[in-house]
């Protein structure tokens, strides 16, 4: 008797998307990509946007190959980065093309709005989120100050995933990790807060259901299933917040562990099981956001392999492949040149090895030259920055940090992962690289009755996957490193 499971995942990041094929049996989970395909920001009239509708003919595309393979799925669930959302007209129609978090319209709104209208104290307080200038709360901010007329016009307010979910069912809903983003959300109520809905001239009627990772949302419109073949398949909420699904999939065996998500953002945190604001955690510009089974993951966002992904399109010397540029970056001398992954300056510039360049140059250090330096850079810069972060994390824990998990894409990058374990002095454990994928898919097969809870799923993923351990090395030399980098970060603050 064939027992096995079949879940379809979405995924999408900033920079592409995939569809999944998930198989569980036997106390395994194993994955297939079914299709891979950028997700590319378009440029238009001053502004940048995401393509909706290009990202549903992916996800079509998707389900129409397993539907021609003859695969009965369970079920579907869908995962994106945080904070974006689209807008639905009272037809039913979205209204435009979704802005994306790195457009310019945000980069002033953040302040201006809590300067005029609600403190930054008194929204923190609120939300137990970290300030962002393209948190929604500021992208929204700021379209209702342009008199944007999709914004003014908008029946409902969806989140991408729950915008993709709704465009495969019909159902609106608003899932919790991917609401809990936003800075809308107090996670001590668990729901989106009125007095800052109705700071940006909204109220929760333009939200869809709130609802939690593991519930359904809806089985495929008609129509899909006629365009994809497929029958009436279930759409569950998972993790919507795609850092939320990868955190799920941890291997840890036990609570007393540190995250680090490791991809275009780089994200470092703990599971907890409340939120924790306080006056530490508000200087620190820590964040709350929603997890699994009511847990909060207290994180801080870091500028991850954004960097050098920008670098890699820009150079036309360098390397195409990605272990030789490595190596050649191991051939730099250590430490020549620091910067802070996180310094405005590196948000969206015209040239990314133009702002390192000048980071450098402005701070009086070795400005970089070539493919291989400002690689070695990046790499030395990541790692010093996680080191901080770490530190904040251990005195902000309410129990002891025995390891630090790195997931997603960036733990196959065995270098990055040992400068990590020597920049933190923690033991590292390295994958899985699919976090993401895998979090999905196992809130499926909870759903599905397959999985316990989130422990169970965690043990699945612990056996099913090989792991990388690494251990800290030249403490000494990484911790004189640390000393340069707060001087020379201090100078830009």
């Not at 929204?123 to 901010?141: E, M, R």
Request: charged fraction near 25%; aromatic fraction near 10%; hydrophobic fraction near 40%.
């Amino acid at each position: 008797m064939d027992n096995r499971k079949y879940f379809f995942a979405v995924d999408l990041g900033a920079t592409s998307g995939r569809t999944i094929l998930g198989t569980l049996a036997e106390g395994k989970i194993e994955l297939e990509e079914v299709t891979r395909f950028p997700n590319n920001l378009i440029e238009q009239g001053g502004h940048f946007y995401w393509d909706i509708f290009a990202l549903y003919h992916e996800i079509l595309q998707g389900l129409k190959d397993v539907a021609r393979r003859g695969v009965k799925i369970e079920s579907i669930g869908i995962d994106t980065w945080g904070v974006d959302f689209v807008l639905i007209g009272a037809d039913g129609a979205i209204l435009r093309n979704p802005r994306a978090y790195r457009d310019p319209v945000t980069f002033d709104a953040m302040d201006d709005y809590l300067k005029h209208v609600v403190s930054r104290e008194e929204v923190y307080n609120i939300t137990g989120i970290q300030f962002l200038n393209f948190n929604s709360i500021f992208q929204l901010y700021a379209m209702k100050r342009e008199g944007n007329s999709a914004f003014e016009h908008a029946a409902k307010i969806l989140f991408v995933p729950d915008a993709l979910s709704w465009m495969l069912t019909g159902n609106e809903v608003c899932e919790y990790t991917i609401a809990s983003t936003s800075q809308l959300l107090d996670p001590r109520t668990g729901l989106l807060d009125e007095r800052l809905l109705q700071s940006i001239g909204l109220n929760r009627s333009k939200f869809g259901k709130m609802v939690n990772p593991g519930e359904l949302i809806g089985c495929l419109t008609e129509e899909v299933r006629r365009i994809t073949g497929l029958p009436a398949v279930p759409v569950y909420a998972v993790a919507g917040h795609d850092t939320g699904s990868a955190v799920a999939a941890v291997p840890s065996r036990d609570e007393n562990f540190a995250y680090l998500s490791s991809g275009t953002w780089s994200l470092m945190g703990i599971e907890t099981k409340d939120a924790i604001i306080s006056p530490l955690s508000y200087e620190r510009n820590f964040t709350n956001e929603g997890g699994l089974e009511g847990t909060t993951r207290f994180l801080k966002n870091i500028c991850g392999m954004w960097l050098l992904e920008r670098c890699r399109k820009e150079w036309t010397d360098a390397p195409k492949d990605y272990g030789q540029l490595i190596a050649d970056a191991m051939k730099v001398k250590p430490f020549e040149s620091i910067i802070n992954p996180d310094d405005p300056m590196f948000a969206n510039p015209a040239n990314m090895q133009q702002a390192i360049k000048d980071y450098c140059r402005q701070t009086g250090q070795k400005v970089p030259e070539g493919y291989a330096e400002l690689t070695r850079c990046i790499f030395d810069s990541l790692a010093l920055r996680y080191k901080q972060v770490f530190g904040y994390l251990t005195e902000m824990a309410t129990f002891p940090i025995n390891t630090l998990h790195i997931i997603g894409g960036g733990s196959r990058n065995d270098h990055l992962n040992q400068c990590t374990a020597n920049a933190t002095g923690a033991h590292v454990t390295a994958g899985p690289t699919e976090g993401t994928a895998l979090g999905n898919i196992m809130v499926q097969a909870q759903a599905a009755g397959a999985v316990d809870d989130i422990w169970h799923m965690r043990r699945i993923i612990a056996d099913s996957i090989e792991l990388k351990h690494f251990e800290p090395q030249d403490q000494e030399q990484w911790n004189k490193a640390f000393e340069r980098f707060e001087e020379i970060t201090a100078k830009r603050q």
